[in-house]
């Protein structure tokens, strides 16, 4: 019996030194994950998700402190590339963060601005050019479509515009066919 | 005789070439109103030098070619421009771009135009004039000629293929310009040649059409160059870049890479025609050979103005009473026309009237049996049921693995396919998603570091204002005990060990950059020497506006 | 050396650990959707398993003995988590997306019968040490095959019309039951 004791005290404590060698060879800093999770997410830094940008929701995500399903501007597809890459269940997106919009830049109305510069302060991707007391405008190719910018305008003089299809962008579809007889 | 060699696949089609080369190629009349696309070809479009209500000259140009890849675009003829305006362009999607409405004034007008001296030009300027020029490849790509005539890396090239094989049905534009303008297409590929230092040019015609290879022979023998006009089997797509190299000479082309970077360039007999238009008389691609053929009166080949609208087009050839619609380029590669109010671009081939008979509607897509007919018949050697599967299942990644991208959407799978799968359809849908998804990445890529740039800027911004403020309340602090070795002290940038830090490393950076002296100045011409000391000059100016900013 | 071949040969094909034992089906049906995570998961269970055999053999001849030997399930138990500890350090050093991905099954491995099962086998096949190797590397690679084949039918079956009430892990079900079939072919390979 004492032996029977001894042998797996003794295992357990070899096994034990061979682990705690381990937790100090293979120490891991840092979370590498978050790089992983920040090249999915759409980088519009709109903060639907309830993080101030996409980062910071990247570390949430790799913390386990926030669910996948909190981006609208990804839509489902990001969601499936997130559980997939975090070996999770999918989830359809949690409509409290709002719902997957068309892609859309934001426009601003030059008569009406005021150069007030509130705007340019509210992009997160510095999108917007102009100085006090001069009109400004939004760099089209840069804005990310974040809507950050509506909120502080003070003559709601910024809409957003869809980006209709163009040549440029303009992709086949997907093969369907109308369903006939087969005679 | 020339060891021919086979690619992998190909199909037959009934060729149905024999209708439209009964005539010779007929001058097209200037119709009441061209429509002229500002991006007739691969990469970026021209950039429009002409407004409402100016009057150009045939010839003139009223695109700048913008960026690398991109070419010139010129007036078809002389008269006014009444608009720069969006209008449907040929492309599948039938969506608009900007075009220039032209209204020809009926005479005809040349810009001064005159042979280039190229013997005297270097290749470069001469490369820049085919640019301006609006050169294309004309076999339907309309890729820039001028980026394929840059050698880049590779100085000689060991051959230079002239694609006359024209493999497609219906198409017969290749083969009446090589029957009637052959001593033009070798003048071409002669200049072709030239410019790419290439030792051996193969000039590649299928055998269905003996008139071609019989003119372009004896065009040759005129000639003062060596060329070898290979008469090649009549397969489709033998005429296909790829397909054309390994028939000639054998070699591949290896997946993701170029003829160039095997030592080929592969040319249309078009282009090199449009190419000694260019140089030896100094006329930009105003026109070109268009095949006008299916339910037609008279099918035929006519050289038609760019922009001509294909309704005007088609009417000069009588479209029967059935016509229901018209494909731009042939029934294998080509596309439905949204409308026939769209313009021939450089890039059009051919145009066929459809009708139910000549090409009724596909019977509806069956299953696939995985019977693998469609491996057989692929020219790309690729797994074609694979990849409809992948693409079907929107796998992405998965088609990509297949090597989706080696893809030259030939059709010769659907051909094929006894279940009759559009194929292709699947395959181009996609290439769409996957650059679409590409877009996005790079979009985001520019979001988050511009968006990291600015967390970056306002955390510094933030640590400035707290130095600031830090150096305020220590001077006032100073300036309230009465000590003034203090006070001294705090004025002095040496005693400050921070600062005297800060100072420090200005000063090693500055004397650093004193010290660099630039690299490959020597043997530099004058004129290179002056634009460098100017350069110098306005650095130093900004440097200086940089200090005076800093240190107020 | 004809001995190991025959053991390797009769653990990946014959006398397959997934496919005719019935062993490890847990993670045998849980990472196999994707080739790549198949792939790890089969790389990772090949060295848990190999170094588990070998350890186990010496824990049990020269530890345990003949005199201990109702202690076998319970030190083999200790010795494969411990393993498995190591193995999932080392990976979440060398490779962090794998580790996500292996996720569970990671540390799933240590309640894998085959991985317990494997080192039970050899004890009572009186295996000496350098057969218990090529015995649990033999089975590892049996799981790994049958795991990583399995990942590459879903894959396509995944792109497939499959009738709704089918979807999942119904037709993998299927798919398995057949593959299982399949392996019994191999039966009567070796004498």
Known sequence: MLTAVFVMAGLALAIGAVLGFAAIRFRVEGHPLVEKIDAILPQTQCGQCGFPGCKPYAQAIAEGNAEINQCPPGGEENIHKLADLLGAEFKPLNAAHGVPKPRSVAVIDEELCIGCTLCTQACPVDAILGAAKQMHTVIAAECTGCELCLAPCPVDCIHMLPVGESIGSWKWKYPVFPLTRAA | MRKLHRFHGGVHPPDRKAESTRLPIARAPLPRRLVVPLHQHLGHGAKPLVQAGDRVLKGQMIGRAEGYVSAAIHAPTSGTVRALEMHPVPHPSGLSDLCVMLEPDGEERWVERGPLDYANLDPQALRLKLRDAGVVGLGGAAFPSYVKLSPGARQRLSTLVINGAECEPYITCDDMLMRERADEIVQGVRLIRLMLHAEEVLIGIEDNKPEAIAALRNAVKRGTLRMDVVPVPTVYPGGGERQLIKVLTGAEVPSGKRPVDIGMACFNVHTAYTVHRAVAFGEPVVSRVVTVAGNVLAPRNYEVPLGMRVADLAALASPLADTSGYLMGGPMMGFELPSADIPVVKASNCIIAKSQALFPAPPPAMPCIRCGRCAQACPAQLQPMDLFWFARARNFGKAQEYSLFDCIECGCCSFVCPSHIPLVQYYRFAKGEIWAKERERKAADLARSRHEFRQLRIERDKQERLEKLARKTAAARSHAAPAPAMQEAAANPADDPRKAAIEAAIERARTQKATITPRNVDNLTPEKQAEIARIEERRKKIREMARDRIEP | ?191
């Open chain 3, 1 to 191: 050396m004809e001995g190991y071949l025959l053991i390797l040969v009769g653990t990946v094909f014959v006398n397959n650990i997934v496919m005719v034992k019935i062993l490890g089906l847990c993670p045998f049906m849980g990472v196999s959707r994707k080739l790549e995570t198949a792939l790890g998961m089969g790389a990772a269970t090949t060295f848990v398993l190999t170094l588990g055999s070998g350890t186990s053999y010496l824990v049990n001849k020269y530890l345990l003995g003949p005199d201990l030997a109702y202690l076998t399930t319970l030190s083999f138990i200790v010795v494969i988590a411990g393993i498995v500890q190591f193995t999932e350090m080392a990976i979440r050093k060398t490779s962090p997306v794998l580790y996500q991905v292996l996720g569970i099954y990671l540390p799933l491995i240590t309640t894998n019968c085959a991985v317990l099962g494997i080192p039970l086998l050899n004890v009572q096949a009186k295996h000496d040490f350098v057969e218990s190797l090529f015995f649990g590397m033999g089975g590892a690679l049996g799981f790994s095959l049958a795991l990583i084949l399995f990942a590459g039918i879903r894959e396509r079956i995944e792109a497939a019309d499959v009738p709704g009430i089918f979807r999942g892990s119904a037709i993998a079900m299927v798919t398995a039951g057949l593959m299982s079939l399949a392996f019994m072919g191999f039966a009567g390979l070796v004498k």
